[in-house]
Nanobody, 120 residues
Framework: QVQLVESGGGLVQPGGSLRLSCAAS????????MGWYRQALGEERELVAT???????DYADSVKGRFTISRDNAKNTVYLQMNSLKPEDTGVYYC??????????????WGQGTQVTVSS
């Protein structure tokens, strides 16, 4: 099995920064892509940022220029550096990974979610 464990959420003032971490463990043959999603209260879950195995990235328009997704392959960990945070960034952030456990088997995995609150 593959497990994703998130950390780094918390309360921060507008304009502040946070870095989220998501560590994958278990039977990992290949990580196709990892990403971050968020869900604000009363809203649908939305894509924040993705990073594929070739290093390509995609960001939601609302976070471009403020958020950066990166990885540490040796640790099977993906990060989300969040700068210039706004109250609109408040929500539960979820880590997602599309991961092969063998050459022919893959699954999408989700972390447990971590709360990010941006408020003065």
């Amino acid at each position: 099995q593959v497990q994703l464990v998130e950390s780094g959420g918390g309360l921060v003032q507008p304009g502040g920064s946070l870095r989220l971490s998501c560590a994958a463990s278990g039977s990992i043959f290949h990580i196709v892509a990892m990403g971050w999603y968020r869900q604000a209260l009363g809203e649908e879950r939305e894509l924040v940022a993705t990073l594929n195995s070739g290093g390509g990235t995609d960001y939601a328009d609302s976070v471009k220029g403020r958020f950066t997704i990166s990885r540490d392959n040796a640790k099977n960990t993906v990060y989300l550096q969040m700068n210039s945070l706004k109250p609109e960034d408040t929500g539960v952030y979820y880590c997602n990974g599309r991961i092969y456990s063998s050459p022919s088997r893959w699954n999408d995995h989700w972390g447990q979610g971590t709360q990010v609150t941006v408020s003065s």
